[in-house]
């Protein structure tokens, strides 16, 4: 393996600028990603692939049956792989519509957690695949150890309030 460059780091603003997941069935996977989770429909390459975005966006998702359809589902146990994907929603009222929708669907959470610097929901998508939806709190507002360094946590995220908090005004 080549020895990592000491002069260079990536450049601010670098980022994940999507995920391309291999799944089992399209219209399923359609159903979770476009229909619970809200993203939008871009573009459609008949049965075998789809790119959803949020706000006219490209794609933020591709979901693809290529060499997966009708396969088995993404995570085996004691094997490498992607342990899950994060979707970064803007504003914890954004977060908490979303996991209402979720919760009033039926839908299986597997966990969720307060880090300081953000909260986050864990769910499985219909392939086994790991989501974590989250929202970032203001930098300002993250916890700081004595040298000033991040210091995150892991703490019991109240739930309910979350949802809550994502109720639309009657």
Known sequence: MAEPLADYTAPVGAKVGHVHLQVTD?????AF???????????RYGEQAAFLGAGGYHHHIGLNTWNSLNGAPARTQGAAGLYHAALLYPTRTDLGRVVGRLVAAG????GSADHGV??????ND????GLELYWDRPRAEWPRDA????A????PLDLGALVVAGEMPS
């Open 26 to 30: 399209l219209d399923r996977s359609l």
């Open 126 to 129: 219909p392939d086994g695949n």
């Open 118 to 123: 953000s909260e986050a929901v864990y769910l």
């Open 147 to 150: 040298a000033g360094g991040i």
């Open 33 to 43: 990603y476009q229909g619970l989770l809200g993203f939008e429909l871009q573009q």
């Open 152 to 155: 995150m946590y892991t703490q």
């Open 107 to 110: 839908y299986p959470l597997r």
